[in-house]
């Protein structure tokens, strides 16, 4: 991993989603002894004149020399006719711009000066060279014109493997020999000097982390290209890698090609939020409302008591006897889904799409099934994680052969994977891609009163830290009839615990809720609560669960117990 100045992406200010993208790819996979400068602003005087320029990145390969490197973000054109060159934006729109090669070539120069120029860099000779990077686009052997060759080209390319392009961009290692660590440190100091950087508010790191994970989870959408043409598919993935987020963009796009989708799961938390989420994506809400919407969310027992409705069946679970509730909701509900879809064909979809599919069970697969117009062909797709299945069973699913991996933990920062990793017993390699982030915290916890360390949480987090209650879910493995919280009692005499979700965004609200009820959800913050009652047995999921429910800070109340512990 290479050294950056400014040495995290909280601290750049981006022009664009292209140099965002170079540089998480330069920190990443550029070997430990290079150095990266972003964003260098330079100002050269020659005699009255003033030459003002700015390097997108300034990247130290001691073996080779220093490289100034141009970003050049979306497609381009030269107009033969006039020289003027354009930049090509995701609309299509052309907007003029400067050679960007005449751009790399003049702050190659500016820095050549102001090297010569410094009381310590000018000791050092330095081989300066220059590149321009178009990471959206293959420019492969396009003739670019007669200032520029193939080497100080690179293109999309040059992101999967970026030491080999720039090797070549230097034109290899310099017979002399590597630079001097004092010529390092010294072309270091004169483009960032040392400032002191106080810790930002915890509110801020939050957001930054937030918008990072929006970034990276928009850009998994490609991964939906890849199994375009597949009608039915397993993809399988850990907490983090976005498949509830794959599952919504999957119905959005067959909702639009004119396909009537359901789209469901097992959590009825989690099919209200994915509602939510599905009709802010898709451009008429009211694809989603009347008798039969065009994509219809709901959990899966909320499918079969909408059916038997419609079907004129009674929908009725037993109360009061165990015994008949569990075999009510695990097997008789698949039954009378059937059932109802005999009396009402028209009630039945082009497409299904599963959510936390490790929660389905034999019986409702057979059932979703038979949901489908064309139960042969009808498209389906199933997400879930092999690690996830809380509740005790072995997930089957109706689909053969090999499941769609997703390896990239998108969706949480690089402290909190660090955290939840260690509980992960899934099949997939894990690769942790989310921004860095604020580290765990976990707190001590005295005495049953939760109260008052409560009250101090909340005055930091809301008042100190300038962090919204309502981004904050305290999870518990408790009951709401079980819990020590202090639900319905003011907390330092303002905020207050809800478990209704529809009162989660009340003002000075914070949600709570059981790890279960919250499978599948996340929060940019989460506090753990009451870990001391984790149910043995299941101890290892539910913490895995639990922790990997905060997207950009984790607060544990207690201490996580060691793998040692929970596997014992």
């Known amino acids: 991993m290479a050294t950056m100045y400014p040495e995290h992406p909280r601290y750049c200010t981006f022009a664009s989603d292209a140099e965002r993208l170079v540089y998480v790819a330069l920190k990443n996979m550029l070997p430990a002894d290079c150095v990266v400068l972003y964003g260098v602003r330079l100002l050269v005087r020659d005699g009255r004149s003033e030459i003002h320029s700015e390097a997108d990145f300034v990247i130290i390969e001691p073996r080779c020399g220093v490289l100034v490197l141009e970003v050049k973000g979306g497609g381009i054109r030269r107009d033969r006719v006039t020289g003027q060159w354009y930049s090509i934006d995701r609309h299509g729109e052309e907007h003029p711009i400067d050679s960007p090669f005449e751009q790399a070539r003049r702050t190659r120069y500016a820095l050549t000066q102001k090297l010569r120029e410094g009381p310590r860099t000018r000791q050092f000779d330095y081989p300066i060279r220059h590149a321009v990077l178009f990471p959206d686009v293959t420019i492969g052997r396009h003739w670019l014109g007669p200032d520029v060759v193939d080497e100080i080209v690179l293109d999309e390319r040059a992101l999967t493997s970026p030491h080999g392009a720039i090797l070549q961009a230097l034109g ?270 976990e707190l001590p916890v005295t005495g049953s009163d939760l109260r008052p360390q409560l009250a101090a949480l909340f005055r930091r987090l809301f008042g100190e830290e300038g962090i919204d209650p309502q981004d904050v879910v305290l999870l518990t493995p408790r009951s709401q009839r079980r819990t020590r919280l202090p639900v319905g009692v003011p907390i330092a005499d303002r905020w207050y615990l809800v478990w209704e979700r529809d009162q989660w965004e009340g003002q000075n609200a914070v949600a709570v809720s059981t790890i279960h009820a919250f499978k599948g959800l996340e929060a940019p913050i989460v506090i753990l609560a009451e870990i001391d009652d984790l149910p043995r047995q299941r101890a290892r999921e539910l913490l895995y669960v639990a922790l990997s429910r905060a997207r950009a800070h984790l607060i544990v109340l207690g201490r996580i117990p060691t793998t040692e512990v929970v596997d014992d």
């Open 172 to 441: 290899g290692p310099r017979p002399e020999g590597p630079l001097a660590s004092a010529a390092v440190e010294a072309l270091v100091e004169a483009l960032s000097p040392s400032i002191e950087i106080r810790r930002p508010r915890l509110g801020r790191l939050v957001r930054f982390a937030e918008q990072e994970i929006l970034h990276l989870t928009e850009q998994q959408f490609a991964i939906l290209r890849v199994l375009g043409q597949q009608r039915r598919a397993k993809i399988v993935g850990p907490a983090g890698s976005g498949k509830t987020m794959l599952a919504i963009e999957k119905a959005r796009q067959l909702v639009l090609q004119g396909m009537r989708v359901l789209l469901t799961c097992y959590n009825r938390n989690l099919s209200a939020w994915v509602s939510e989420q599905a009709r802010v994506s898709l451009p008429d809400p009211n694809l989603l409302d009347g008798e039969d919407p065009s994509l219809l969310v709901t959990n899966y027992h909320g499918l079969v008591r909408r059916a038997c409705e419609r079907a004129g069946i009674r929908f009725d679970p037993p109360v009061g006897d165990p015994e008949a509730e569990e075999r009510f909701w695990k097997e008789q509900a698949a039954e009378l889904l059937m059932a109802a879809l005999a009396l009402i064909p028209a009630f039945r979809f082009d497409a299904v799409i599963v959510d936390e599919g490790q929660d389905f069970r034999a019986e409702w697969w057979v059932s979703l099934l038979d949901v489908l117009r064309d139960p042969d062909r009808g498209i389906l797709y199933i997400f879930y994680d092999d690690d996830q299945s809380i509740y005790g069973e072995s997930p089957e699913f109706p689909l053969p052969g090999e499941p769609f991996q997703l390896t990239e933990v998108l969706r949480n920062t690089q402290p909190i994977y660090e955290r939840f990793r260690a509980f992960y017993r899934g099949s997939v390699d894990l690769v942790c891609r989310g921004p860095e982030g604020p580290d765990v915290e």
